[in-house]
């Protein structure tokens, strides 16, 4: 199904697939961030691979002078029983990408989650702000330069 897969994508997308991976039968393709939005859409929509469920997003934070920053989406075939992961990639001085939320609606929150952890902007999401942290907290605990043991005093912790 893989090949199958691949295939669809580099016609659909002659420019679009960067790379492609694939390790215990599970295909990996980067594409360029500017395209993420159209690639999930084909994905799921082609009748053919109908890639219908967004398992999972998340970032990486590669703490490369280039493409810091990947967002990963983790998508399923429930009718084919496989599975693709997509990467896209950014970097640390513009970390945005564009939201898959019109695409997936469970995007939402794990495109929140990846902003309050990593700072990644999810461009045109509904309701981007922090899930974890606090409104007002300067920085990104996911981060590869943020200290392990967290910055004395930036958070306000409750008393015992």
């Known amino acids: 199904m893989n090949e ?51 398992a999972d997003v998340f970032g990486i934070d590669m703490y490369t002078p280039t493409k810091r920053f990947g967002v990963v989406y983790n998508l399923y075939s429930m009718k084919n029983k496989n599975r693709i992961r997509v990467k896209v990639f950014t970097e640390e001085d513009d970390p945005k990408v564009a939201t898959v939320t019109g695409v997936f609606g469970t995007a939402n929150w794990h495109e929140r989650e990846t902003f309050d952890m990593f700072g ?41």
């Open 120 to 160: 990644i902007i999810f461009e045109g999401h509904p309701d981007l702000r922090r899930i974890y942290m606090p409104d007002d907290f300067e920085h990104y605990p996911l981060r590869k330069d943020f200290p392990l043991m967290g910055i004395p005093g930036s958070l306000s912790l409750p008393k015992k």
């Open 4 to 54: 199958v897969v691949l295939e669809k994508l580099k016609s659909r997308f002659a420019d679009g697939v960067l790379e492609v991976k694939e390790f215990r039968d599970e295909l990996t393709v980067v594409v360029p961030k500017q395209r993420i939005v159209e690639v999930c859409r084909f994905l799921k929509e082609d009748p053919q691979l109908q890639f219908e469920f967004l």
